[in-house]
């Protein structure tokens, strides 16, 4: 049994100019200690989907079809007091930029006890203390506990997000582009301060990026979004050795290869679709150099090929 | 222009506030037409404090003076005033704004203490021991009400120079030689003016809220009637509650001309607001 | 914190002398003779205006004039009031308290009620709700507090009798302790009301545009994601993000309410400053208003102070940054 599976994830706006499928038939599993990765361009609908999983979707945002099942209960049809006891205990999220996800008017110790006092029938003060221990286990000085957010740098602010989204000690841990906005140093640190806390508290993840090199160290399996859909889904090291899709390709030729020989970075052609009344056929055809007569008219079935699953016309027997 | 009326129109509040502001407009330009006779001019006994009649259609004062005429003639004083303050005020303020906020340093440091200290004095009290020290004249009343209201101008128009002055275009102007009066009035100045125009509004609301408060507090020009003095004689009459047709039409006149300019200038932060075209599907 | 509130104290000392300058200009600088113009009554002889010239010392140069004003000042003199020929400090020391009973509970009523109504509003933006506590509020808030209170006092105090016409108790009515309290808390209502109406859409639309901003923000969705619930959203992280602006606002807008005051006083007779004021202008008796104009504006400068200090409670930046 996976511990998060999505099923069929259809997530519409609905505004004046019409309906954005943000996400579109989104599908994945999560197995417990495995950390799936998802990457794709901004705007793809990585964040969306972590907040759907969250049931953080604010109109005119709407879950329209599918589902999410967490421990085999479905998000999607979990009522309001249900799915808030669930967000912090059994699901926990780490939000893109979350330097603003600390109040500013709010000490960072009582932030972090808050998440305890809300799910475990706990005093002040033994949430205090388990504040302040879980501050040390991010690598924090324990001292800084009654400390506002403004007076941390942006590391250690990332450093107090992530303790404050783990002291509950949730099964699964959403990270929405954790190191984003961070300098290099940081953001190294911070990885192997993830890594670390995923073998201590076994912790089972999604981790978003757009970056291939976050993704390849810390995740098991790497799903691929373009355009509010995944396009392709298989393990870590096969997709770097031999990405399918052609959007894959082109995503993995426009990072350089640290270890690997020297090899000419190409960006990737065009622009992203506007996710509003979409053409027919595959979302990627217009910026595709392999594109097919049917690619134009006929959106692609997610295929299954040696343990891999690829969303392309050009692997359809 | 065009566009921007078009625009208020389809705002709720701006239609409502435009529609009663035009009655007051069309009242004070017509007033001689309108049924209405001197209104200073006392008539016989037997007419003081008399209900209203087909002859004095909303009554008489206790000095016998008709109703009807002084609200149709007061609305004169109340737009007069209204909009004559509220053009000194914001030409005042945004002048100042401009100076402060295009040369920075030294001068937005003196203009901008100025501007606090005026912002911080308690408007009321200031304005009745001005109007009390220069005398009541419907003149000194206007240079009362624009002391006061200046300063909000300023610091708006100041904050939005400073960020119009980081500009790109600015810089180019610059970049050829343009000079300092060049910039402020030519380039920066048009980028202004449409803050000038919704804090307009905002000053005709609060200047003619200053009159009628100053006039009801005994600090009107006694050579006119206003809609505040009205109030004022009724109120030191003391028979008011016996006579509320002398009352009500003033508060009434003064409440739906204020709350008509505050729907106005609602409507036009609202418009000017970027999301509300996409919010309205226009 | 100290440092902020040595600050903030020095800049307030600053702008009270400025007050005092103002005030000072204020009469010397007006057109015609300052003597004369305080004496309107036409039986004061020449000599007794001599004497007052050189009692305030008028006769003397401007600068002069500022040093012997300021000293008098230090010394609690403001001169003598025309009209009761009382001390001026005396008058105004008489009636402060009954305008700081008014004040104090028409301005807490509206920050409380005004906070919670504006909070509502912005929580359910968009709701019936929200429309109507808004343009209720916006309504509320272009009614002069003078016009309410008149209505106020047509209908409730002429016609309905429900409330007292005027004064802040029942005159020799020879009530004390608990039944004196209820008397005036039954007088003060009406007054009160008018003020509070005026106030209240003040609060009411700053606090539901701060707010909408703050709910937008990401550190409200990461407080969802911890499992807090709606009602510690909303009043643990929202509200208390949202009163910044709100109480940045109560100090700018402090002035302004003293005009609720001056309003609400006169209109139902309260025997506090405001109705000192409409009867000062009415006398015109100079001494007084420039003693009123002086002790409004300082009370403002000293609750700007105030609030500058709760400002620096609320938001931890401000306490260490400065």
């Known amino acids: ?317 | ?282 | 914190m100290k440092s902020f509130i040595l600050k903030r104290a020095g800049a307030s000392l600053i702008t009270v002398f400025a007050v005092i300058c103002l005030n000072f200009l204020i009469f010397r600088l007006a057109p015609g003779d300052p003597v004369k113009m305080m004496f309107t009554d036409p039986r004061v002889t020449a000599e007794q205006m001599q004497e007052v010239r050189e009692k305030f010392g008028l006769d003397k140069p401007l600068g002069g004039q500022f040093i012997s004003y300021v000293q008098r000042l230090a010394h609690g003199d403001l001169g003598i009031s025309f009209w009761q020929k009382k001390p001026v400090t005396r008058v105004l020391a008489e009636k402060i308290p009954q305008t700081l009973i008014l004040v104090i509970t028409a301005l807490g009523m509206a920050v409380i009620l005004g906070v919670i109504l504006g909070a509502l509003a912005g929580w359910k933006t968009g709701t019936r709700l929200d429309t109507f506590i808004v343009s209720a509020s916006l309504a509320m808030y272009s009614i002069p507090s003078f016009a309410l209170g008149l209505i106020l006092l047509l209908v409730f105090a002429y016609t309905l009798t429900i409330f007292p016409l005027s004064g802040m108790s029942t005159p020799a009515s020879g009530l004390t302790g608990f039944g004196y309290l209820k008397d005036v808390a039954w007088h003060m209502v009406l007054p009160a009301f008018s003020i509070v109406m005026w106030y209240i859409g003040e609060f009411v639309v700053l606090t539901r545009s701060s707010m909408t901003d703050v709910l937008g923000q990401e550190y409200i969705t990461s407080a969802r994601a911890k499992g807090v619930k709606e009602s510690g959203i909303l009043w643990r992280h929202a509200l208390r993000n949202a009163l910044l602006p709100v109480v940045t606002m109560t100090g700018v807008n402090l002035g302004f309410a003293v005009a609720g005051v001056i309003e609400a006083e006169t209109v139902f007779s309260w025997p506090g400053i405001g109705l000192l004021t409409y009867e000062a202008v009415m006398k015109r008796d100079y001494p007084l208003l420039q003693g009123i104009f002086l002790l409004f504006a300082v009370s403002v400068i000293l609750a700007n102070f105030v609030v500058d200090i709760i400002y620096g409670y609320i938001d931890p930046r401000i306490r260490v940054g400065e």
């Open chain 2, 1 to 282: 222009m065009k566009d921007f009326v078009k625009l208020l129109f389809s705002h709720g509040m701006g239609r409502m506030g435009i529609f009663i502001i035009t009655l007051f407009l069309f009242a004070s330009l017509f007033a001689p037409y309108l049924h209405t006779i001197d209104p200073h001019k006392s008539s016989s006994f037997e007419n003081m404090l008399s209900p209203p009649s087909t002859q004095f259609w909303l009554g008489t004062d206790d000095l016998g003076r008709d109703i009807w005429s002084q609200i149709i003639y007061g609305s004169r004083i109340s737009l007069t005033i209204g909009f004559v303050a509220a053009i000194v005020s914001v030409v005042f303020g945004t002048f100042v704004g401009l100076l402060g906020g295009f040369y920075g340093g030294i001068v937005d440091d003196v203009l901008s203490k100025i501007v606090d200290f005026f912002m911080m004095l308690p408007e009321l009290p200031l304005m009745i021991i001005l109007a009390a020290v220069l005398g009541p004249t419907i003149w000194n009343i206007i240079f009362v009400v624009s002391v006061v209201n200046w300063p909000t101008t300023a610091r708006i128009v100041r904050s939005q120079v400073l960020s119009l002055k980081e500009r790109p275009f600015i810089e180019a102007s610059r970049s050829i030689g343009a000079s300092d009066s060049f910039l402020m009035f030519k380039e920066i100045l048009p980028n202004v003016v449409p803050l000038m125009f919704a804090q307009s509004v905002l000053m005709i609301t609060l200047a003619i809220y200053a009159e009628t408060i100053l006039s009801f507090l005994g600090l009107g020009d006694p050579s006119l009637i206003s809609w505040g003095q009205m109030l004022h004689f009724a109120f030191e009459s003391g028979v008011m509650a016996r006579s509320l047709w002398w009352v009500m039409p003033p508060i009434f006149a003064i409440c739906s001309l204020i709350v008509s300019f505050t729907f106005l200038g609602t409507a036009i932060t609202d418009v000017t607001n970027p999301g509300y075209k996409e919010a309205r599907g226009l």
């Open chain 1, 1 to 317: 049994m996976s511990l998060l599976e999505v099923d069929d994830l259809r997530l519409y706006f609905y505004t004046k100019r019409g309906t954005a499928k943000a996400v579109d038939r989104v599908g994945f599993r999560v197995e417990k200690n495995e950390t799936l990765g998802l990457i794709g361009e901004s705007g793809c609908g990585k964040t969306t989907t972590a907040l759907a999983i969250m049931k953080l979707i604010k109109p005119p945002g709407q879950i329209v079809h599918g589902k999410i099942l967490f421990q085999d209960r479905d998000i999607v049809s979990l009522d309001k007091e249900d799915m808030r006891e669930l967000r912090g205990k059994g699901l926990a999220i780490i939000r893109q930029e979350a330097q603003n996800s600390l109040n500013p008017v709010m000490s960072i110790g009582k932030q972090i006890a808050e998440g305890l006092l809300v799910h475990d029938k706990i005093g002040k003060k033994e949430a205090w203390e388990r504040a302040e221990h879980q501050l040390g286990l991010v690598g924090l000085d324990t001292k800084m506990i009654s400390h506002f957010p403004h007076e941390f740098s942006g590391g250690m602010k990332q450093r107090a997000v992530i303790a404050m989204a783990t002291v509950c000690r949730p099964q699964f841990l959403i990270l929405d582009e954790p190191t984003t906005g961070l300098d290099v140093i940081v953001q190294r640190q911070l990885l192997s301060l993830i890594n670390h806390l995923k073998q201590e508290l076994g912790l089972t993840a999604l981790l978003i990026a757009h970056d291939l090199a976050v993704i390849a160290e810390t995740c098991d399996r790497v799903a691929v979004m373009y355009a509010g859909k995944i396009v392709e889904h298989s393990d870590t090291v096969s997709l770097y050795r031999k990405p399918l899709h052609p959007y894959s390709q082109a995503l993995l030729s426009a990072y350089p290869n640290l270890k690997g020989e020297k090899k000419q970075l190409r960006s990737i052609p065009g622009v992203p679709p506007r996710l509003i009344n979409t053409p027919y056929g595959c979302k990627f055809e217009p910026r595709c150099s392999y594109a097919l007569e049917a690619c134009k008219h006929q959106e692609p079935e997610m295929m299954y090929q040696d343990g891999r699953y690829v969303a392309c016309h050009l692997f359809q027997a």
